[in-house]
């Protein structure tokens, strides 16, 4: 038995002010990560810190046109808002096709983006695990990696980034803006996810105590267009194996705009920028499509059983791409 010491403060300052106090300390929205982690021993905060009460639920238009979203709105809210559904159709898809109805319920957009991995190793708490326990090695290298990355990859960790939503919000150039012992500030979520390296146990650039408040979604005509193809062992309630997030604006038959994003494959959230580079400007073919998967890909580092993600990659980017293309249609 460890106690577990629980506070619920009433405002943002407080919540900061509590957690940047005390270093075994963690902020708790829905709790559908956090409470797992300290249950399994992998998280062993000393003090909850529940920010159900903060006024950070809100969807909000922006001037200009883009959406602010409010770091507690629920998963499920968000999924089924006008203005997502309408102008983010790829953020509302990836949102539904994650976790479960009764999970989307209670999870929160803050919380979706700081999830941890789905690495088995990592979860287990007992083997060895850079990401879990600093320099005890990578148990996934030589192990059993069939859902591991490919992309973005390091010595030290393979370990995929496993949020559905943070997928289409890369593709979207959102950002987070977050409030902690610091001040404000905005990070673009490209930059909020750091690669494992050398220091696989960091994930993200926030500091301790520093409080994600909202997420904004810039205007961008072209994601109207957008959708979110997810590719898994099951159905439903499974995480990826592969996903893209998709948009394309065709001009008299020119990629004019496009937009890509990679789930699964990548230790983070993966924009597909060699393949937006190569598309735009050029004939909006599947033959071109395949040619800037397969540049996308050529870093590919693959171990004994996840070699497949890239061909399964590929074909998903042409999929993605060719029914972003045609409205939708998968
Ligand atoms: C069975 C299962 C299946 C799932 N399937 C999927 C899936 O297919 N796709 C997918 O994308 N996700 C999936 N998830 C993950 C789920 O989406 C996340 O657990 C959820 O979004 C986390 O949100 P939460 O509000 O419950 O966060 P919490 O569990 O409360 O917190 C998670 C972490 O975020 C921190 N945190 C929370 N809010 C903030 C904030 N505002 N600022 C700073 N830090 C914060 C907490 O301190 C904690 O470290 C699944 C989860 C489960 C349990
Ligand atoms: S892949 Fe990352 S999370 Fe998994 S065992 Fe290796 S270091 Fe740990």
Not at 213 to 220: D, G, H, N, T, Y
Not at 238 to 266: N, Y
Not at 291 to 298: C, D, I, K, N, Y
Request: charged fraction near 25%; glycine fraction near 8%.
């Amino acid at each position: 038995m460890r106690p577990l010491s629980y506070t619920r403060p009433q405002s943002v300052n407080d919540a900061i002010a509590i957690v940047s106090a005390n270093p075994s300390s963690s902020f708790l929205a829905g709790g559908t990560t956090e409470v797992d982690l300290v249950r399994l021993g992998v998280a062993h905060p000393d003090l909850l810190v529940d920010i159900n009460e903060l006024p950070l639920a809100e969807l909000e238009e922006m001037p200009g046109g883009g959406l602010r979203i409010g770091a507690l709105a629920r998963m499920s809210d968000v999924a089924r808002a006008q203005s997502v559904m309408e102008r983010y159709p790829a953020m509302s898809e990836a949102l539904l096709l994650g976790a479960s109805e009764q999970l989307r319920n209670m999870a929160s957009i803050g919380g979706n983006l700081r999830q941890r991995v789905r690495c088995p190793y990592f979860r287990d708490n007992v083997s060895p695990c850079n990401k879990r326990e600093p320099g005890t090695g990578c148990s996934a290298l030589e192990g059993l990696n069939r859902g591991h990355a490919i992309l973005g990859t390091s010595e030290h960790c393979i370990a995929t980034h496993p949020s559905d939503v943070a997928v289409a919000l890369v593709a979207f150039d959102a950002v987070v803006r977050t409030v902690g012992p610091s001040g404000p500030r905005e990070i673009a979520i490209e930059d909020f996810y750091l690669l494992p390296g050398d220091t696989p146990e960091a994930e993200h650039q926030l500091e301790h105590g520093e409080l994600i408040a909202a997420i904004e979604l810039p205007p961008l005509e072209v994601a109207r267009g957008s959708l979110y193809l997810k590719v898994r062992d099951r159905q439903s309630y499974e995480f990826a194996l592969v996903s893209v997030a998709a948009a394309l604006e065709v001009r008299e038959g020119v990629i004019a705009d496009v937009r890509l994003a990679l789930g699964g494959v990548g230790t983070k959230p993966w924009r597909a920028r060699r393949a937006e580079a190569e598309l735009v400007g050029a004939p909006a073919t599947a033959a071109e499509f395949a040619s800037a998967a397969a540049l996308e890909l050529e870093p590919a580092d693959v171990r004994e059983h996840n070699a497949f993600k890239v061909e399964l990659a590929k074909r998903a980017i042409v999929r993605g791409l060719t029914s972003a293309m045609s409205g939708g249609a998968r």
